[in-house]
């Protein structure tokens, strides 16, 4: 039997499928806390923007946590509105605004954040495309804090290759995404795995019961029953390899202006 890939499935129904859930990827708000432990001077004065925020569970983690004003971009518009209806639930309008846009073609000021966050995203652009174009967007010295999926070792097996590559061509291991973050112009910071219940509890669970619903909703639609089929298969393959992949928190610091050396 054929593979259905993730470039096969229609945008729209994709985001109609996750909007509804909390979480559109695998994370968790501990995980997002920690990497921000990595970050210092967060005040009322930071700027972050949060790239791929989906309906923004993320967002709303980084704002509660901080005092920082809080950009979020994402090219769901329908998403977009979820966020910041949930930004105007939590009382945080003031602070945290969602804007429709794309994570490649970004319309900001040059140096006009402090902090560019994005978690689970910056694979539909690339790691190195994204990392190399958002940095000018970057206060010198500012820091890029990104969730990325990643191989935790050299080989791993046929099946689960072929299945990741075809879904993120660039996925690679965690060292050579550290050296991409040194190569674009960053000082990695810290790299860290995701515990597995970012993935079971609060990606694949959740999704069951949508799942369910979501083939009642569209009945006899095939691209419907393929996505459904896709996720399915994306939490049995999960389980069954999970010991050689993952997602990484990488937090990096942008290499701020060293004065006139020749090297
Ligand atoms: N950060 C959220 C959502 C992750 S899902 C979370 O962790 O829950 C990935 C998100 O990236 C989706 O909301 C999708 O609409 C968005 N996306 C995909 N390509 C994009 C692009 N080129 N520019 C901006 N957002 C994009």
């Not at 804007?99 to 539909?124: H, K, P, R, T, Y």
């Not at 860290?192 to 990606?203: A, G, I, K, S």
Request: aromatic share 12%; proline share 3%; with cysteine.
């Amino acid at each position: 039997m054929e593979e259905i890939t993730i470039h096969e499935i229609d945008f729209a129904l994709i985001n109609e499928f996750f909007t509804e859930l909390e979480r559109q990827g695998p994370g968790s708000a501990e995980e997002t806390v920690r990497a921000l432990s990595f970050i210092g001077n967060i005040s009322n004065k930071t700027k972050i923007a949060d790239l791929g925020c989906g309906t923004g569970f993320q967002t709303m983690v980084l704002a509660q946590n901080t005092e920082a004003t809080i950009t979020a971009l994402d090219l769901f518009a329908g998403s977009i509105d979820k966020l910041n209806a949930k930004a105007e639930r939590h009382g945080l309008q003031d602070r945290v605004k969602g804007i429709v846009g794309s994570m490649d073609d970004l319309q900001f000021g040059d140096e006009e954040f402090d902090i560019i966050w994005s978690e689970g995203a910056i694979g539909n652009i690339g790691f190195e495309k994204g990392l190399a174009h958002w940095k000018r967007f970057l206060k010198k010295d500012g820091y890029v804090a990104v969730t990325y999926e990643s191989w935790f070792t050299d080989d791993r097996p046929a099946e689960i290759e072929k299945w990741w590559t075809e879904a993120v061509p660039e996925i690679s291991t965690i060292a050579h995404n550290i050296s991409i973050m040194q190569k674009t112009g960053y000082i990695p910071v810290a790299a860290f795995v995701l515990p597995e219940t970012c993935w079971t509890d609060n990606y694949f669970i959740p999704q069951k019961a949508r799942q369910e619903e979501f083939l009642k909703k569209h009945p006899g639609n095939k691209t419907a029953e393929n996505m459904v089929e896709f996720l399915r298969r994306e939490a049995e393959l999960y389980s069954k390899y999970k010991q050689f992949y993952g997602y990484v928190f990488y937090i990096a610091q942008k290499i701020g202006n060293w004065g006139n050396w020749d090297l």
